[in-house]
């Protein structure tokens, strides 16, 4: 009896934990093929664990610390096109980008995917806040080369000026030169007339330096993007300054985000539009 009840109880028992177990495999399965939908997943993977990309940043880099010498000793190299014809007899410095040129935040856009975000402030701002963002390959060294070869560092960064802070600290925490008697951090709206582009920054310290080299991951880092330029603008505009990549501007990789996602998306972020759609219009199959 005990038998045949057990028997029918668990019957019953079984069917109810198949379809529940069944409804788990499905619930499981769909957010699991969510999140691995997100489009940034395979790009801070190859920043996060490539060997290809520490290869990439350091020889970036190597070749940046070779230039220094040359630019250093060449009264007329400089290298920022607000300079105009001026610099010749001002003190050297450099200009280098923040956010993936110097301090690596793949660990953000980790939480991002996991947390099934997009970019959220909030999740940004705790992360600039926590200032523990690992140093991009080969960012210190050439930094300490240029400070012992009596260069001014500069660091332009879109960053809000809110977060000078946490910045300093996340960059002194990886041993970059920070000059004390001059403030060399210069983020977004610090100053009346810092935009986003960061083109007025660039004048302010060429008014005042002789710019040996600008390094950054981004092609606003080193000229002045329309804000409607499309892609096909946007490597015209690098290549018509073909000469200086590699001889005074050098671009890190960043697979991640940037202006060249902004003009893919033509700047509509809008709800109702996915991001890997508009994206999937942009292929070239030929
Ligand atoms: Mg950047």
């Known amino acids: 009896m005990r038998n045949l009840m057990g028997a029918s109880l668990g019957l019953g028992d079984l069917r109810r934990a198949g379809a529940w177990m069944l409804l788990s495999i499905l619930w499981v399965a769909a957010g699991c093929a969510t999140r691995h939908q997100d489009e940034r997943l395979h790009s801070t993977l190859w920043v996060q664990t490539s060997a290809e990309y520490v290869v990439s940043a350091r020889q970036v880099y190597a070749m940046a610390v070779e230039d220094l010498g040359v630019a250093l000793r060449d009264p007329d190299w400089n290298v920022v096109l607000e300079q105009g014809d001026r610099g010749a007899d001002l003190p050297p410095a450099i200009i280098v980008d923040i956010d993936e040129t110097v301090l690596d935040n793949t660990g953000h856009a980790a939480r991002a995917i996991i947390a099934r975000e997009g970019f959220v402030q909030e999740i940004w701002r705790a992360w600039v806040r926590e200032a523990a963002a690992p140093a991009v390959p080969g960012a210190v060294d050439y930094l300490r080369h240029a400070e012992a070869m009596g260069i001014t560092v500069f660091f332009i960064s879109n960053r809000s000026r809110d977060m000078e802070e946490p910045t300093r600290k996340n960059l002194q925490a990886i041993g970059c030169p920070l000059r004390k008697d001059i403030d060399v951090v210069m983020l977004q709206e610090e100053q009346p007339g810092w935009g986003i582009d960061k083109s007025s920054r660039r004048a302010w310290v060429a008014e005042r330096f002789r710019v040996l080299e600008i390094i950054g991951d981004d092609l606003r880092d080193f000229v002045h993007v329309p804000e409607d330029s499309d892609d096909t603008a946007r490597v015209a ?9 590699g001889d005074g501007w050098y671009m890190l990789p960043n697979p991640i985000y940037g202006g060249w996602e902004e003009a ?18 942009h292929l070239e199959t030929h």
């Open 237 to 245: 505009i690098a290549l018509s300054h073909q000469a200086r990549w």
């Open 264 to 281: 893919l998306m033509k700047g509509e972020y809008a709800e109702h539009v996915s991001p890997l759609e508009r994206k999937f219009e």
